[in-house]
């Protein structure tokens, strides 16, 4: 559905994103990671037309972005990061207004804003003025206006930025809503999100990919340790000795009566660790892994490929 | 078609619709009611002279609407700046100016939609100023043909502000940047004959008399409906509008 092929974008000398080769099938929801400044809005501006590249193609369906844009341009909506929304406008006269930019044809637009109000939840607010609305609101408004048009294709660059916790949440679950009904790329530098929402990660660094594929296989490569988290109720230096002589476990913290265990998954499976703490007799109350793994392949991967360039 | 209409009426409601045009709209219409009494009562003097001495009559469309025309000039020239400058400046700094470039629509049609809602709402006060002759006729007779052509000037006048004033809110993001470019833009087409004084070459004088606006709004206001002028405002509305859909189309091969 998506197909980049060496794509670049240089900035004047500064070289924005660097020879990116990636495809998005259809209806298929990918997650666009990278830190601050990595090219994520770059690429995906490029992909939606708002400006050109360098070198290198986009194609959309087969159609390349810059011989048909607005061909191209009719199936994909976007969300940029601040969404483009008229801030003297109607909620509903605002929807109305994107619906005829993107050329629907006056008997279905109706139809059309009914159902972007229904998927974003904002069938209550849909008199209302967009200047007095708050940000998760305003947010919510441009997913609707990248909807209205109900394209095949949705890029989203960083949806949820800026919001609170709660506004996240339902930001996260409108996305998961979406999916199946549109082809979803999606931008962010938040990796929970991402483990949330995505089926598959591309992890872009510097303007380059650096690890493309569903997170667990991502975590493989990334040769991250796995880390657990495990309460006990006895014999806690018993279980520390015993650990620590079992082949495949790298690190055993503990406080009190709790223990962080980290081990090398190629060495040793979680089963194996789970059979050698209850063999042990020490009690187990609680084995849960450890959720910062993600953040860890994320820095492993920039911060490898940053000494790749030193 | 469509979308540019779309476009248009989106931007003259946003345009119309704030408190800003109100402002300008009753500063204008503060502004020619007190010329516009001071010109009729100057007319009532020269009119009770010429009776006395038999010197030459002055016609109502000479005195009074002649220097109430000129004066809405000057009016535009400030004013249509001041709303031209949200047109596309506004966009760039809200950031919906990516919701248009990534919209199935040319810049063409961008532009052009933009230009409409900028001369919608600009002839707003042109309409204002036209009030004031119309009211005359409720007393006195008023050659309808010299009216119209005048106000048709005008309005081709204020349609290459219009068109000025677009392109000088294509170049920057910031609104205040926009308005003191058109009001510059506007000031030179309008003194750029003023300057054939320092010139000796017959051509170049002839040619700043041609580019100047104030030479071909006369021929309007006298009565005369030349083609050279029409063809002079409607390809300065042209040229300014094509120069805006390049810069905005410059923004995605930039």
């Known amino acids: ?310 | 078609m469509t979308s540019i209409l779309n476009i248009s009426m989106r931007d003259f409601k946003g345009l119309v619709f704030t408190p800003m045009f109100y402002f300008i709209a009753s500063l204008c219409a503060f502004l020619l009611s007190y010329s516009f009494v001071r010109n009729l009562i100057d007319f009532a003097y020269s009119t009770s002279a010429s009776q006395v001495a038999g010197a030459v009559k002055y016609s109502i469309h000479q005195i009074v609407v002649v220097s109430h025309i000129s004066i809405t000039n000057i009016i535009l020239i400030f004013a249509v700046p001041a709303i031209t400058m949200k047109l596309i400046s506004e966009e760039k700094k809200t950031k919906t100016y990516d919701l248009l470039l990534t919209s199935p629509i040319t810049s063409g049609q961008i532009v052009i939609g933009k230009f409409l809602g900028g001369l919608f709402t600009s002839l707003l006060l042109v309409f204002i100023s036209f009030l004031y002759p119309l009211a005359l006729m409720l007393f006195t007779k008023i050659d309808l043909g010299i009216l119209f052509s005048s106000y048709l000037g005008l309005s081709l006048v204020c349609s290459a502000y219009v068109a000025i004033g677009l392109f000088c809110s294509s170049l920057s993001s910031s609104i205040i940047a926009s308005v003191i470019m058109g009001v510059v833009f506007n000031l030179t087409l309008w003194f750029l004959s003023q300057g054939t004084v320092y010139s000796e070459s017959d051509l170049l004088v002839s040619v700043m008399d041609h580019l100047s606006i104030g030479d071909h709004l006369f021929s309007f206001i006298k009565g005369s409906l030349k083609l050279s002028s029409i063809v002079y405002f409607l390809s300065a509305c042209g040229l300014f509008v094509f120069l805006s859909g390049r810069v905005v189309e410059s923004s995605r091969w930039r």
Do not use: W
């Open chain 1, 1 to 310: 559905m998506i197909n980049v092929k060496q794509l670049t974008k240089n900035y004047g000398d500064r070289c924005a994103v660097k020879n990116l080769n990636f495809t998005v099938k259809s209806g298929e929801v990918v997650g666009f990671l990278g830190p601050n400044g990595a090219g994520k809005t770059t690429t995906m501006k490029i992909i939606t037309g708002f400006m050109a590249a360098s070198s290198g193609q986009v194609c959309i369906d087969g159609d390349d972005v810059y011989e048909h844009p607005l061909k191209v341009k009719s199936k994909i909506g976007y969300l940029p990061e601040t969404p483009p929304v008229y801030n003297d406008m109607y909620v509903k006269d605002y929807l109305s207004f994107v619906a005829k930019l993107k050329g629907l044809s006056k008997n279905i637009i109706g139809g059309n804003i009914d159902y972007a109000l229904e998927q974003t939840q904002l069938q209550d607010v849909k008199g209302r003025l967009i200047k007095n609305l708050s940000k998760g609101f305003k947010q919510r408004v441009g997913i609707a206006g990248a909807l209205v048009s109900k394209p095949p294709i949705l890029i989203l660059d960083e949806p949820t930025v800026g919001l609170d916790p709660r506004q996240v949440a339902e930001i996260r679950k409108l996305i998961i809503r979406l999916r199946g009904k549109h082809t979803i790329l999606l931008s962010t530098h938040i990796l929970s999100e991402v483990q949330a929402i995505c089926e598959r990660v591309i992890i872009i660094n510097k303007g380059e990919i650096i690890a493309e594929d569903s997170l667990a296989v991502i975590a493989k490569k990334a040769s991250v340790a796995s880390k657990f988290e495990v309460d006990i109720l006895r014999k806690e230096d018993e279980l520390q000795k015993t650990l620590l002589n079992t082949p495949g476990v790298l690190e055993v913290e503990r406080n009190g009566q709790k223990f962080y265990i980290q081990i090398n998954p190629e060495q040793l499976s979680t089963e194996s660790l789970t059979k050698a703490i209850v063999n042990s007799g020490a009690g187990l109350t609680q084995f849960k892994p450890s959720m910062n793994y993600l953040e860890k392949i994320f820095i492993n991967l920039t911060t490898s490929s940053d000494h790749k360039e030193l």
